[in-house]
Nanobody, 122 residues
Framework: VQLVESGRGLVQAGGSLRLSCAAS????????MGWFCQAPGKEREFVAA???????NDYADSVKGRFTISRDNKNTADLQINSLKPEDTARYYC?????????????????WGQGTQVTVSS
């Protein structure tokens, strides 16, 4: 499966942004989808994940209440980001878990997009 992220931007602290991940592949509805981020000089870390059904999701503690992951079961998985903080500045990657779970472990994700940059100014 190929994944392409969109929605990058430069946003002021407190603002909002919506990232989208478009997937190719006839079985997108069976994939679990996840979002990860990597800030300069840091390792990539988990942000949010949603199961194939959309009924299960998981969030990193740092984003709970501010980020919302969703999917349309056609070919798109989105990440709504509210109340942005400067520390949210990172490159955001979407990923597909062919097992269909809402995993927080990046080792479970076999397909990755190229990422999209989010920069939050204070």
């Amino acid at each position: 499966v190929q994944l392409v992220e969109s929605g990058r931007g430069l946003v002021q602290a407190g603002g909002s942004l919506r990232l989208s991940c478009a997937a190719s592949g006839r079985t997108f509805s069976s994939y679990g989808m996840g979002w990860f981020c990597q800030a300069p000089g840091k390792e990539r870390e988990f942000v949010a994940a949603i199961s194939w059904s959309g009924l299960n999701n998981d969030y990193a503690d740092s984003v709970k209440g501010r980020f919302t992951i969703s999917r349309d079961n056609k070919n798109t998985a989105d990440l709504q980001i509210n109340s942005l903080k400067p520390e949210d500045t990172a490159r955001y990657y979407c990923a597909a878990d062919l097992s269909g779970r809402s995993s927080s472990d990046e080792r479970d994700f076999g397909s990755w997009g190229q990422g999209t940059q989010v920069t939050v100014s204070s």
